[in-house]
């Protein structure tokens, strides 16, 4: 049951982080429990890392594409000044989104 997929085609995905270097890059796929980059059939989970790689994910430029998005309590994501997040679906149990400057979040229903 490692790799779940639902009927849909959508592809759970966790953010790990800590990649040396590039501990916060969005971008990274060797940040994501699935060894890739989310897209647009990703459901994307932020946990509290609080207790594990202490680092969160960071999108630091350009347009990233999610399906759903799961921001569990104690966790955070940050969007810089010239980044945007598309969300197809749903965005959930929101605890805190840092927002820099003119960074953005779209819904995009599908």
């Not at 940040?31 to 059939?41: A, L, T, Y």
């Not at 999108?59 to 994501?77: C, N, R, T, W, Y």
């Amino acid at each position: 049951m490692a790799n779940l997929i639902d009927l849909s085609g959508q592809i759970r995905t966790t953010w790990i982080g800590g990649t040396p270097g590039r501990e916060t890059d969005w971008y990274c796929a060797k940040n994501w429990s699935k060894n890739q980059v989310p897209n647009e059939f990703s459901v994307v989970t932020i946990p509290d890392v609080s207790t594990t790689t202490f680092v969160y994910p960071k999108i630091k430029k350009g347009e990233a594409i999610v399906f759903s998005l799961d921001i569990q309590p104690g966790a955070k994501l940050g969007l810089d000044d010239s980044a945007i997040l598309v969300i197809l679906d749903h965005l959930s149990k929101i605890d805190t989104i840092c927002i820099a400057n003119a960074g953005k979040i779209v819904f995009r229903k599908t």
